[in-house]
C-alpha cells in the first residue's frame, strides 16, 4: 500500500513566488527524502531528512518533518521556471530495505 | 559517464510477447531496484537486489523475472506481456542498506499494444 501522499496534487505559481508541498505517511520511518522529476526523465534526489531532525536546508529548499504527525513539507523559495517538474517524498519502511514514495505533486512554475 | 543506465529507453511490443530491459550501475553501489510508473505517476517498487541477492519482492506477477548476473547490473525480464504492463520502468541503486538515497535511471517506457 502507498506510504506517502502528496498534497497539493498539482499547483500552479508565477517565477519568483514560493511553492510549499505537503506529504504525509503513515508508519514509523528512519527518515523521508524529496524527489524532483523533470517529464519524460528519471527522479533527482534532493534532501534527506533523519527522523530525528526537524528541519534542513538545501540551497532554495527548506524541509521540515513531524514525526507526530507523521507529516512533511518541501519549500522551494524564489522558484524559477527550471524548478517545474514533479515532487515526490520517499519514506523508508523500518525493517525492511524499501523506499516507498508518495503520489506525488506536480509544480509548474509560469514566467 | 552515465550513473545508471537502462536500455532500451523505448519499448514497443505485442501482448504476448517477451522482452527485457537492462541495468547498469557504476557507481560501485551493493544495491539496485527495479520500480514501475504508471500513467498516474505513482511509483511501486517491484525488486531489489544486495549484492547479487534478492532481497525485496513485492507482490507482481511471477511473469516478471529480475535477474543479477553481478552488482552492477540487474535486468528484468517481462514473459507473456499485458496491456496493464505498459508503464515507464526505472532502474535505481543505492549505497546502503536501508535505502538511502536512491540514483535513477532514465526510465524504459514499455509500450504493451
Known amino acids: 500500500s502507498q506510504q506517502g501522499e502528496e498534497d497539493p496534487q498539482a499547483l500552479s505559481i508565477q517565477e519568483g513566488e514560493n511553492a510549499t508541498m505537503n506529504c504525509s505517511y503513515k508508519?514509523?520511518?528512519?527518515?523521508l527524502q524529496w524527489y524532483r522529476q523533470n517529464s519524460g526523465r528519471g527522479l533527482v534526489h534532493l534532501i534527506l531528512i533523519r527522523s530525528n531532525e526537524r528541519e534542513k536546508h538545501s540551497g532554495r529548499l527548506r524541509v521540515t518533518l513531524d514525526t507526530s504527525k507523521k507529516s512533511s513539507s518541501l519549500l522551494i523559495t524564489a522558484s524559477r521556471a527550471a524548478d517545474t517538474a514533479s515532487y515526490f517524498c520517499a519514506t523508508d519502511v523500518p525493517s525492511s530495505y524499501k523506499l516507498i514514495f508518495g503520489s506525488g505533486t506536480r509544480l509548474l512554475v509560469r514566467p | 559517464d552515465t550513473a545508471v543506465s537502462q536500455t532500451p529507453k523505448y519499448l514497443v511490443t505485442q501482448m504476448g510477447n517477451d522482452k527485457s530491459i537492462k541495468c547498469e550501475q557504476n557507481l560501485g553501489h551493493d544495491t539496485m531496484y527495479w520500480y514501475k510508473q504508471d500513467s498516474k505517476k505513482f511509483l511501486k517498487i517491484m525488486f531489489s537486489?544486495?549484492?547479487?541477492?534478492?532481497?525485496i519482492n513485492e507482490t507482481v506477477p511471477n511473469r516478471f523475472s529480475p535477474k543479477s548476473p553481478d552488482k552492477a547490473h540487474l535486468n528484468l525480464h517481462i514473459n507473456s506481456l499485458e496491456l496493464g504492463d505498459s508503464a515507464v520502468y526505472f532502474c535505481a541503486s543505492s549505497h546502503t542498506l536501508p535505502a538511502g538515497e536512491l540514483f535513477f535511471g532514465e526510465g524504459s517506457r514499455l509500450t504493451v499494444l
Open positions: 537486489y544486495n549484492n547479487k541477492e534478492l532481497i
Open positions: 508508519t514509523s520511518i528512519n527518515n
